[in-house]
Antibody, heavy 117, light 107 residues
């Protein structure tokens, strides 16, 4: 079973840029879609972005102007970049594998991101 | 964007009970709907996809149904490990949305 592991800074200041990476344990990075989902404390899940290989990216319209998702299949990893963060971006960020039928069947353990001055 | 409305937002039940959670989409999404279970401090677990297809390894007491705009997740004979929060998610088009969640509590 493929495993996903998120990494990135746990604490940022307002206006900084968040960079997260998700490492994929096997070569399925070449054949699946991948995505990021976040969950603010005590709140619902929110899809952030998805990617398939390098040329197909999809973003949540509500934060599209600040988000970039990218993939490096040679390193078996994909990444998320979120600019100009505010306290509203504080959340647990999950990376996940997305099937062709648009559902997330494998999830990372999640990484807590806190934005605070 | 497609909006998903789950009901109820929370429900109390006992071990052995049957519970039904509903998810209504703001437009026709066919069967592009999934259900997830999330326990505190854990990532979500896919239970049902394509509205009614049970994910491999998920117990048969979980049943998904519906199409178009109205969907349900039914759990029969509740077990202690089923008390968690449940989310629906739609994958119609390029934008993905989740419902607001239903918290299933022990009565």
């Amino acid at each position: 079973q493929v495993q996903l592991q998120e990494s990135g800074p746990g604490l940022l200041k307002p206006s900084e840029t968040l960079s997260l990476t998700c490492h994929v344990s096997d070569d399925s990075i070449n054949t699946y879609y991948w995505g990021w989902v976040r969950q603010p404390p005590g709140r619902a899940l929110e899809w952030v972005a998805s990617i398939y290989r390098a040329g197909n990216t999809y973003y949540n319209p509500s934060i599209k102007s600040r988000v970039t998702i990218s993939i490096d299949t040679s390193k078996r990893q994909f990444s998320l970049r979120l600019t100009s963060v505010t306290a509203a971006d504080s959340a647990v960020y999950y990376c996940a594998r997305k099937t062709a039928t648009a559902f997330f069947d494998v999830w990372g353990q999640g990484t807590q991101v806190t934005v605070s001055s | 964007d497609v909006q998903l409305t789950q009901s109820p937002s929370s429900v109390s039940a006992s071990v052995g009970d049957r519970v039904t959670i509903t998810c209504r989409a703001s437009q026709d999404i066919g069967t592009w709907l999934a259900w997830y279970q999330q326990n505190p401090g854990k990532g979500p677990k896919l239970l049902v996809h394509s509205a009614s297809t049970l994910q491999s390894g998920v117990p048969s007491r979980f049943t998904g149904s519906g199409s178009g705009t109205d969907f349900t997740l039914t759990i029969t004979s509740l077990q202690p490990e089923d008390f968690a929060t449940y989310y629906c998610q739609q994958g119609y088009g390029f934008s993905i949305t989740f419902g607001q969640g239903t918290r299933l509590e022990i009565k």
